[in-house]
């Protein structure tokens, strides 16, 4: 909830002591996806906000210092520099809320998951004309009043939703759709549910925040919770706390969780290759060497016809008969002079797999040594300094994002090529606006394929045609001479819960005709 209504209904009259009449004295970047703003007043020392834009780790902070820099950062709305803020203003009903400048300029904080931006508003302006992300094209038409909306929360508004809660109020985020449900809300009557709508909602009314650890990571919430790692009234202090749980501490976790992954397959890796190689050495010491079976080619030597390719010798080893094979064009003494050589051969590689095996079981050990140390690591200066002396991992930034798609310009428009399946369903969760064109090669495994919208211009033909090649290129189609490919807007694609990576829902979509054909230079 650290980017709900809810909680900006007590985050932005706590920010207002702190921030009115407060003076930007900087504002920049220094890290992908991060704006620091600070204020100074004249009656205190400075405050810092720190919008943390990442999209899988979106929040706001607010440390007590920030350390600038001295190279590879940038001023970011170089406009508000020396501004004092005047106002902080919560829209009505939506995850945003604006900071109003003297000057008449206005900062909106759109917090809206991993779409979260920037938008700075000249005075008098209705649409932004700057935005911190630009990639987020789409925002240069928002409007502050489109956002902020008032809801009736009465029970006749209610009934004529059917209860719907999303509807009635949308508002409300998943942890307390999850309380609901948990509740028995889906299957209640409307008064009863009209009633847990009523108790939710004085729940959020308290001002309580706790952080905590869920199964999908760490959580800000202001429903009661029993297992929280921290609890406090201040919506600030919660701020602060759940940025270093859910972005310090989950980077931490995540290099831990890869370090200790990559310890345990090497040393699965090794226990495979040690228990191979005991096999091995089983059967070379089992098997009959390869000098016996000279022997006996030696001994009956007199026996075996000139260009024999199989005889009945006598085994003096078993004191019996059995059947030899010969090479053609081989003799038989030069056959049993290449068996004396691998007999010879065999001792060396017997000895040279005694000697693997010692190594291997001593590198086990050690590594078993490295990944029961490495899970009892529980900082990063401790993890780094691990990785670093045994030269396990290069040390990676804990905000590099790898994006899950290949990048494409078609005439002006940005056209996306999912990966992979995982990364089809990441693409379409993370990148996908209801406006852009999705593409998929019809009733074949392939990549999802997303043609961005451009504000005010329709989709041209070749473009959609080239897009759609792409599709087919991306597919198990790709060796046909024409592929049909289907496109709708991703508004008609849905993920369904459950499904396997990369399915989809889709509705209203169109098949084209196209050759296969990838990018000119891949």
Not at 79 to 91: A, H, K, R, V
Request: with cysteine; aromatic share 10%.
């Amino acid at each position: 909830m650290h980017l709900n209504y809810h909680y900006f209904r007590f985050l932005c009259p706590a920010l207002e002591p702190k921030l009115l009449k407060g003076r930007v004295t900087s504002c920049f970047s220094q890290n992908k996806d991060e704006l620091v703003m600070e204020f100074e007043k004249y009656e205190g020392g400075a405050f810092h906000v720190v919008a943390h834009l990442v999209p899988a780790s979106t929040c706001l902070y607010f440390p007590e210092d920030f350390k600038r820099s001295r190279k590879n950062n940038v001023d970011i709305f170089s406009e508000l520099l020396g501004q004092t803020l005047s106002g902080i203003e919560l829209l009505s009903f939506e995850r945003a809320f604006t900071f109003q400048f003297d000057s008449g300029h206005v900062l909106l904080f759109k917090m809206h998951g991993s779409r979260s931006n920037l938008l700075l508003f000249k005075p008098g302006a209705d649409t932004p004309h700057l935005l911190f992300r630009n990639a987020l094209r789409e925002d240069l038409n928002l409007r502050l009043e489109d956002l902020s909306r008032d809801l009736d929360l009465g029970y006749e508004r209610f009934v004529t939703l059917e209860g719907n809660a999303a509807q009635f109020i949308p508002t409300l985020g998943k942890l307390p759709r999850a309380w609901l449900k948990n509740a028995g809300y889906l299957t209640a009557d409307l008064p009863k549910r009209f009633q847990l709508i009523q108790e939710v909602l004085d729940m959020l009314e308290s001002p309580l925040f706790s952080v905590y650890k869920g199964e999908e990571g760490y959580r800000l919430t202001l429903l009661p919770c029993g297992q929280s790692l921290f609890s406090s009234g201040d919506p600030i202090a919660a701020a602060n706390t759940y940025y270093k749980y859910a972005v310090v501490r989950q980077s931490f976790e995540t290099e831990k969780k890869q370090l200790l992954k990559l310890l345990n397959e090497q040393a699965k890796k090794t226990k495979a290759y040690i228990e191979k190689t005991y096999e091995k050495l089983e059967a070379l010491e089992t098997s009959n060497s390869p000098g016996q079976l000279a022997d006996i080619i030696m001994a009956n030597l007199h026996q075996i016809p000139q260009g024999a390719e199989l005889v009945s010798l006598y085994d003096f080893y078993q004191d019996k008969e059995v059947e030899v094979k010969l090479k053609r064009d081989v003799s038989p003494a030069k056959f049993a002079e290449n068996l004396y050589r691998k007999a010879k051969n065999r001792k060396k590689e017997v000895k040279q797999l005694e000697e693997n095996l010692a190594s291997k079981e001593a590198h086990l050990s050690l590594l078993l040594q490295d990944i029961e140390l490495a899970d009892g690591l529980e900082h990063f200066k401790e993890l780094r300094g691990f990785v670093k002396e045994r030269n396990l991992l290069p040390a990676k930034s804990s905000t590099q994002e790898v994006l899950p798609f290949k990048h494409f310009a078609v005439e002006g428009f940005d056209v996306l090529v999912g990966k992979s399946a995982k990364a089809n369903d990441e693409m379409l969760r993370r990148y996908a606006w209801k406006e852009d064109l999705w593409l998929h090669a019809k009733d074949v495994s392939g990549s999802h394929v997303l043609v961005k919208h451009r504000s005010g211009l329709t989709f041209p033909s070749t473009v959609v045609e080239h897009a759609a090649s792409l599709a087919a290129y991306y597919s198990k189609n790709r060796n046909e001479t024409l592929c049909a490919v289907i496109y709708t807007p991703a508004k008609y694609v849905r993920k369904v819960k459950g499904t396997a990576p990369g399915a989809v829902m889709i509705d209203r979509e169109k098949t084209l005709m196209v050759p296969p054909v990838g990018p000119s230079s891949e």
